[in-house]
């Protein structure tokens, strides 16, 4: 039966407290072989973020408390942690150190007890060093100096490799380990308003050589690089005005694909994501348009955007390995959750909700997409 009442009179039978309860904040995720990772935020352990693993249908917390797996760099958060053939790597939050959990082991301290901080952590196999985002505290009452850093995973030792820059992140190793890719930003910008791409040779050693910008700069925002299978560079670029899949070739950077939608997201964590590769030849990426977010398929050669069938409208922290997906999805109607996708079958899993309480679906208002002339210009706006 329709209940009609006077406007700010009618009395909903959904309580803040059945909303909060048993809610986590689902964050960062991780893929490592075929083992799927996230960070969830507790508020019952005063915000503690944990590492969870799915496990036969359930979920097994990795980080025991008092650990509480979040990065200071920047202070947004993001890339705190990372899965390697089973041993993760996260940085600590109350002391900042990166601290290191073996199968079966206590997590112990890997890197020294110095004012520095690390984030968005990428594994170089050859050297076994973690390469990453660095932040410099040494002089506090100055602003914080921001590196592009490694560390290796034997020793603990911590080297810069490049610095001179306001901000770094995304470090981004290619397939055969000779090769970083990495985002740098300077003030006033912020990294939705202007950026740079670059790349350099990764030496033997660990160091780099040839450093050189290979995309973005003034008035361009260039975020997300990833190395494909076969070792050619991808990026989100707005050059055009939208963030688009471009690629860097040798002949320069080559448009991807060309549409009115969004495949970028603001860069305010480390760790963000909004494609992978299935294989050379194929991307698994999620876009937004008119405030929706979906999922597609891109052939890398030609561009062809083919968008699969997926009841989420909202997707971030999307992950690729192979034909398994991993990402933070949700709805109007379902809760923000850990989805895996098996691209071969379809066959979708829900690992973890970010709250059990569920509503009617008849208390939902599906918000609806609209478009209006505002002192002539055309606005946008959702409409419920």
């Given at each position: 039966m329709v209940e009609t009442a006077p406007y700010g009179s009618w009395k909903s039978p959904i309580t803040p407290q059945q909303i909060a309860m048993g809610t986590?904040?689902?964050?960062?995720?991780?893929?490592?072989?075929?083992?799927?990772?996230?960070t969830e935020g507790r508020p019952r352990e005063g915000g503690r973020n944990v590492i969870v693993k799915a496990v036969d249908g359930s979920t097994v917390d990795i980080l025991p408390p008092p650990f509480n797996s979040r990065s200071r760099v920047h202070e947004y958060g993001g890339g705190s942690f990372i899965s390697v053939a089973g041993t993760i790597y996260f940085t600590n939050f109350s002391d900042q150190r990166v601290y290191r959990i073996e199968k079966g082991k206590d997590p112990e301290p890997l890197t020294p007890q110095v004012p520095l901080r690390f984030a968005d952590f990428v594994y170089d196999e050859r050297?076994?060093?973690?390469?990453?985002?660095?932040?410099?505290?040494?002089?506090?009452?100055?602003?914080?100096?921001?590196?592009?850093?490694?560390?290796?995973?034997?020793?603990?030792?911590?080297?810069?490799?490049?610095?001179?820059?306001?901000?770094?992140?995304?470090?981004?190793?290619?397939?055969?380990?000779?090769?970083?890719?990495?985002?740098?930003?300077?003030?006033?910008?912020?990294?939705?308003?202007?950026?740079?791409?670059?790349?350099?040779?990764?030496?033997?050693?660990?160091?780099?050589?040839?450093?050189?910008?290979?995309?973005?700069?003034?008035?361009?925002?260039?975020?997300?690089?990833?190395?494909?299978?076969?070792?050619?560079?991808?990026?989100?670029?707005?050059?055009?005005?939208?963030?688009?899949?471009?690629?860097?070739?040798?002949?320069?950077?080559?448009q991807v694909v060309d549409i009115d939608a969004e495949f970028g997201v603001p860069h305010w964590i480390f760790g963000i994501s909004t494609y992978g590769f299935i294989s050379d030849e194929k991307i698994l990426c999620a876009y937004t348009q008119h405030g929706t977010w979906k999922l597609a398929e891109v052939e890398t050669e030609f561009g062809d955007l083919e968008e699969r069938t997926f009841p989420f409208t909202d997707i971030r922290s999307l992950k690729v390995l192979g034909a398994q997906a991993v990402m933070i999805a949700g709805s109007p109607s379902v809760p923000t959750s850990i989805i895996r996708l098996d691209l071969s079958t379809g066959v979708i899993d829900v690992l973890k909700r970010a709250s059990e309480f569920f509503l009617d679906p008849g208390y939902l208002s599906r918000p609806e997409s609209v478009n209006y002339p505002s002192e002539g210009r055309n606005a946008h706006a959702l409409l419920s």
């Open positions: 986590v904040r689902l964050e960062e995720t991780c893929i490592d072989s075929r083992d799927i990772f996230w050297r076994d060093r973690l390469f990453c985002a660095m932040e410099d505290h040494e002089q506090g009452d100055r602003e914080a100096v921001n590196h592009l850093g490694s560390i290796d995973v034997r020793a603990g030792e911590v080297h810069c490799l490049s610095s001179g820059h306001d901000f770094y992140s995304s470090p981004r190793i290619n397939p055969s380990g000779d090769k970083l890719a990495w985002i740098t930003w300077d003030h006033p910008n912020m990294p939705w308003d202007s950026t740079e791409l670059w790349m350099a040779d990764l030496l033997p050693d660990g160091r780099l050589e040839g450093a050189h910008k290979v995309a973005g700069g003034l008035g361009i925002s260039t975020i997300m690089p990833q190395w494909s299978p076969g070792g050619v560079l991808y990026f989100i670029s707005d050059d055009t005005g939208w963030w688009n899949i471009w690629k860097h070739g040798e002949e320069g950077n080559e």
